[in-house]
């Protein structure tokens, strides 16, 4: 078993050193039985690779390595995190879209279609996020008609569920319509660009049932992820109050 958190972010007011350590505390609380502990980390607009995020802050009690094409991994004794490269994009009707997994650009800014499109082009997988407020009101048509899209087409795309959701806040209804159609639910800690909220890393996220090649990890993850026969169910709590 392998566990996810699917939505990292690493800002220039984070120690790394506490991140890695909060991540792995919270991950070994959340999954005790995986094998294997492995975080997405979202580039945005001002971070062009992973290499750059990752030595923006420098580690003391950490090992970082480069392993596997654009991937690194962080060790302290027998801890071992994957770090994988991934992408947020602020689409103009401010609703993020991820990418799942590389560093390619797409720009921000773009009307949410194309920018999934734009993802798909560069080898990403797609993840539409959720966000406070954002998959509701007028803005939910536009969630809905993305979510439909893929329905129709079956191209990939991915749901991305996120600790800021308030525990009392009921599973959203597209959550549900997607998943009768295929399209499956990932779950990540979403930090927030403030000093501390490197600790929340690992809070929140995915147990799925794969082993993680070392020499491959992001191909090995995601054919496990689009494969119906593996579970995927989320670990962890997400917050009690919105952030």
């Known amino acids: 078993m392998t566990f996810l958190d699917s939505h990292v972010h690493l800002y220039g007011e984070f120690d790394l050193d506490v991140l890695f350590s909060s991540f792995m505390a919270s991950a070994r609380r959340a999954a005790p039985g995986a094998d294997a502990y492995a975080m997405a980390v979202m580039l945005r607009s001002f971070q062009p690779s992973l290499r ?3 030595h923006a802050s420098p580690v003391r009690d950490w090992k970082l390595e480069e392993s596997a094409a654009g991937t690194f991994t962080a060790s302290r004794g027998d801890d071992r995190i994957t770090i994988l490269p991934a992408r947020q994009v602020a ?18 800014g773009l009307p949410l279609a194309e920018t999934i499109m734009r993802l798909r082009e560069a080898s990403f997988t797609p993840v539409l996020a959720w966000g406070l407020g954002k998959w509701l009101f007028s803005r939910s048509r536009t969630v809905n008609s993305v979510l439909d899209a893929a329905i129709a087409s079956g191209d990939t795309l991915l749901i991305g569920d996120s600790a800021l959701r308030p525990v009392f806040w009921p599973e959203p ?21 403030r000093p501390g909220q490197e600790r929340r890393a690992g809070s929140y996220g995915s147990v799925i049932e794969a082993d993680l090649d070392a020499d491959a990890p992001a191909e090995s993850l995601m054919s496990a992820i689009l494969d119906a026969s593996k579970t995927i169910r989320p670990v962890g709590g997400r917050c009690l109050l919105p952030v």
């Not at 689409?91 to 990418?99: H, K, N, Q, T, W």
């Not at 209804?173 to 660009?193: E, F, K, N, T, W």
């Open 52 to 54: 750059y995020a990752l």
């Open 91 to 108: 689409a103009a009707e401010r609703i993020e879209a991820l990418g799942l997994f590389g560093e390619a650009m797409v720009p921000d």
């Open 173 to 193: 209804c597209q959550y549900r319509v997607a998943m009768a159609h295929g399209i499956r639910v990932l779950h990540g800690s979403d930090p927030l660009p």
